[in-house]
């Protein structure tokens, strides 16, 4: 089979000293110009939702307000995912770039990392870092100041609002959109908040301009992103991978050659079994054919010698624990979803029960609060309804 | 002035008293005494002018922060999916047996706790654990033992 999954290196790839310069040369040129170029690319969001990112500067860009806050949200938490740690870690130089761009074209002089408790061991460099990114600022006269904020172990922080509602001393439980942060954000204040990986992507849509990001990838999923692959593969790790290939091309790649099942998109997504490997492409829906799925990047394996039952149990009390327990279908759902499969499993409820459960966990998804609620249903059913017989035996 | 009250106080004027600080503060006093004592959270709120109601609610919210009293090593070990398939049983039981309590639990000396955590962001490297903020991957047996053996000299 001829393999069209292509590799590229594009975020990671020749770091350099001069990331910076680069960016002033990119500083130099008017808002109008970048945004065009940002828009243009049709760069998504990379924190899950796929918003474009270029909008969303605009949005903030024409909010009025004295004040203005740029967001590096750095909370990644979802299951499978660990490539916002590795950009930190290995080009923090193109995060803080990335959000000197949003800062100018929104005209905002604040702005923050908010880094996860479990990442407290990139603090140290990272400070290093932002020290020295103040330092050229300041000596090119630009007023912008970045701080690191830490969160304290807590998975809906990473859901925009939550992780607003938590920097402004309260519990992380997300707010009603609208309005969205773009207008009212920190402090109520417009406030763009985005992904690690979307922040350094569209430095790098600047830096090789918008024709060139679109070669990669496909109509409606323009670019590459980070992979985080793991599970049972010979060669776990991060791969920066062009959008629109299909899973069986991915299962050739990363399989252990007796793959069951992918989770695309972490506990979130979708779980993927072996029989619809051809039919599924990654990338956002719309402009792709077949399954296409949305993705922050998480790509777990399971080989045949995995229970299914067991993971989507692992995946259901991630759930449970994590619901900021705010609101009713979310907060219960989770635990009878968990309840349900187990009373099944031990044959104290018919296998019939599945239906309701199927059921209930389509109602969540329409009456949840925030994404979390909303999204356990992608791998609750496409568990349940793929290895039915595994949930009952 | 006590120990709490100077902590809180020096805390205050590092960070300010806004209620956007509180977080930061919170963690602070977690690092200083390895908990949240309740004469912690009501001494936060006085500093901070809001009620001890909404310092608790806080708290209580994030798994970093804990109301009982932890040792001054805390043991995170990741049971998500990835790990729970790379055998974070065996590593559990390794460290049951080698500090000789369960998960959930703090030992005598208060040097150690362990506890579960949900996925770190190191599943590549699975099995993985924080010892504190260090990250420890890719864990066997005989590596759990090296490593508990180096912090328990310290
Ligand atoms: C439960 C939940 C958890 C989320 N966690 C993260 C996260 O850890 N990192 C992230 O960038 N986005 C996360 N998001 C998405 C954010 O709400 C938001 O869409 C994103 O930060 C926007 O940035 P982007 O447009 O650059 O993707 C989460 C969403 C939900 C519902
Ligand atoms: S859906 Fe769940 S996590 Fe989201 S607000 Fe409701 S209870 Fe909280
Ligand atoms: S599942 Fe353990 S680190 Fe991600």
Same mark, same amino acid.
């Given at each position: 089979?001829?393999?069209?999954?292509?590799?590229?290196?594009?975020?990671?790839?020749?770091?350099?000293?001069?990331?910076?310069?680069?960016?002033?040369?990119?500083?130099?040129?008017?808002?109008?110009?970048?945004?065009?170029?940002?828009?243009?690319?049709?760069?998504?969001?990379?924190?899950?939702?796929?918003?474009?990112?270029?909008?969303?500067?605009?949005?903030?860009?024409?909010?009025?307000?004295?004040?203005?806050?740029?967001?590096?949200?750095?909370?990644?938490?979802?299951?499978?995912?660990?490539?916002?740690?590795?950009?930190?870690?290995?080009?923090?130089?193109?995060?803080?770039?990335?959000?000197?761009?949003?800062?100018?074209?929104?005209?905002?002089?604040?702005?923050?990392?908010?880094?996860?408790?479990?990442?407290?061991?990139?603090?140290?460099?990272?400070?290093?870092?932002?020290?020295?990114?103040?330092?050229?600022?300041?000596?090119?006269?630009?007023?912008?100041?970045?701080?690191?904020?830490?969160?304290?172990?807590?998975?809906?922080?990473?859901?925009?609002?939550?992780?607003?509602?938590?920097?402004?001393?309260?519990?992380?439980?997300?707010?009603?959109?609208?309005?969205?942060?773009?207008?009212?954000?920190?402090?109520?204040?417009?406030?763009?908040?985005?992904?690690?990986?979307?922040?350094?992507?569209?430095?790098?849509?600047?830096?090789?301009?918008?024709?060139?990001?679109?070669?990669?990838?496909?109509?409606?999923?323009?670019?590459?992103?980070?992979?985080?692959?793991?599970?049972?593969?010979?060669?776990?790790?991060?791969?920066?991978?062009?959008?629109?290939?299909?899973?069986?091309?991915?299962?050739?790649?990363?399989?252990?050659?007796?793959?069951?099942?992918?989770?695309?998109?972490?506990?979130?997504?979708?779980?993927?079994?072996?029989?619809?490997?051809?039919?599924?492409?990654?990338?956002?829906?719309?402009?792709?054919?077949?399954?296409?799925?949305?993705?922050?990047?998480?790509?777990?394996?399971?080989?045949?010698?995995?229970?299914?039952?067991?993971?989507?149990?692992?995946?259901?009390?991630?759930?449970?624990?994590?619901?900021?327990?705010?609101?009713?279908?979310?907060?219960?759902?989770?635990?009878?979803?968990?309840?349900?499969?187990?009373?099944?499993?031990?044959?104290?409820?018919?296998?019939?029960?599945?239906?309701?459960?199927?059921?209930?966990?389509?109602?969540?998804?329409?009456?949840?609060?925030?994404?979390?609620?909303?999204?356990?249903?992608?791998?609750?059913?496409?568990?349940?309804?793929?290895?039915?017989?595994?949930?009952?035996? | 002035?006590?120990?709490?009250?100077?902590?809180?106080?020096?805390?205050?004027?590092?960070?300010?008293?806004?209620? $956007? !600080? =509180?977080?930061?503060?919170?963690?602070? *006093?977690?690092? #200083?005494?390895?908990?949240? @004592?309740?004469? +912690?959270?009501?001494?936060?709120? $006085? !500093? =901070?002018?809001?009620?001890?109601?909404? *310092?608790?609610? #806080?708290?209580?919210?994030? @798994?970093?922060? +804990?109301?009982?009293?932890?040792?001054?090593?805390?043991?995170?070990?990741?049971?998500?999916?990835?790990?729970?398939?790379?055998?974070?049983?065996?590593?559990?039981?390794?460290?049951?047996?080698?500090?000789?309590?369960?998960?959930?639990?703090?030992?005598?000396?208060?040097?150690?706790?362990?506890?579960?955590?949900?996925?770190?962001?190191?599943?590549?490297?699975?099995?993985?654990?924080?010892?504190?903020?260090?990250?420890?991957?890719?864990?066997?047996?005989?590596?759990?033992?090296?490593?508990?053996?180096?912090?328990?000299?310290?």
């Amino acid at each position: 089979m001829k393999l069209s999954l292509k590799k590229v290196d594009l975020i990671l790839g020749s770091y350099s000293n001069e990331e910076y310069k680069i960016l002033f040369e990119m500083l130099s040129r008017n808002s109008d110009e970048i945004l065009k170029d940002l828009i243009e690319s049709g760069l998504k969001g990379r924190g899950g939702a796929g918003f474009p990112t270029g909008l969303k500067w605009k949005l903030c860009a024409e909010a009025v307000s004295d004040d203005k806050y740029i967001i590096c949200n750095a909370d990644e938490g979802e299951p499978g995912t660990f490539k916002d740690r590795e950009i930190l870690d290995r080009v923090p130089k193109r995060v803080l770039a990335g959000m000197a761009l949003a800062a100018k074209v929104t005209g905002a002089a604040k702005g923050y990392i908010y880094l996860r408790a479990e990442y407290s061991f990139l603090v140290n460099k990272l400070q290093k870092e932002l020290e020295e990114f103040h330092k050229i600022l300041k000596s090119n006269n630009i007023k912008f100041n970045v701080e690191i904020f830490m969160g304290c172990g807590a998975y809906i922080c990473g859901e925009e609002t939550a992780l607003l509602q938590s920097m402004e001393g309260k519990r992380g439980e997300p707010r009603n959109k609208p309005p969205f942060p773009t207008t009212t954000g920190y402090l109520g204040k417009p406030t763009v908040v985005n992904n690690v990986e979307t922040l350094v992507s569209a430095f790098m849509v600047c830096r090789i301009g918008p024709e060139e990001f679109k070669k990669l990838g496909i109509q409606g999923s323009s670019g590459s992103k980070l992979f985080s692959v793991s599970g049972d593969t010979p060669k776990p790790g991060i791969y920066d991978l062009e959008f629109g290939l299909s899973l069986a091309e991915f299962v050739d790649e990363f399989g252990d050659g007796d793959t069951k099942a992918v989770q695309v998109g972490g506990a979130s997504g979708f779980c993927v079994p072996r029989k619809k490997f051809n039919e599924t492409t990654i990338g956002y829906r719309g402009g792709l054919t077949g399954d296409s799925l949305p993705t922050g990047g998480s790509m777990m394996l399971f080989n045949s010698s995995r229970s299914m039952y067991n993971i989507l149990r692992n995946y259901l009390d991630f759930f449970a624990e994590e619901s900021c327990g705010q609101c009713t279908p979310c907060r219960i759902g989770c635990q009878q979803l968990k309840n349900g499969i187990e009373a099944v499993k031990k044959g104290e409820k018919d296998p019939e029960y599945l239906n309701q459960l199927l059921k209930l966990s389509d109602t969540m998804k329409i009456t949840s609060k925030c994404g979390l609620g909303q999204s356990v249903a992608n791998s609750f059913s496409s568990i349940v309804t793929n290895f039915t017989e595994e949930m009952i035996y | 002035m006590t120990l709490v009250e100077s902590t809180v106080t020096e805390l205050t004027l590092k960070y300010g008293k806004e209620r $956007r !600080q =509180l977080l930061p503060i919170l963690r602070g *006093v977690y690092e #200083k005494f390895h908990y949240l @004592s309740d004469e +912690s959270m009501v001494e936060v709120a $006085r !500093q =901070l002018d809001i009620s001890s109601a909404e *310092v608790f609610g #806080k708290a209580t919210f994030y @798994s970093f922060l +804990s109301g009982s009293p932890q040792g001054e090593f805390v043991i995170r070990i990741c049971k998500t999916i990835v790990c729970d398939m790379k055998n974070k049983k065996l590593i559990v039981d390794t460290l049951e047996n080698l500090l000789k309590i369960k998960m959930g639990q703090t030992t005598h000396n208060r040097k150690f706790s362990l506890c579960y955590t949900n996925c770190l962001g190191l599943c590549h490297k699975a099995p993985a654990m924080l010892i504190n903020n260090e990250a420890y991957t890719d864990l066997t047996p005989d590596k759990v033992r090296q490593i508990i053996t180096s912090y328990k000299n310290r």
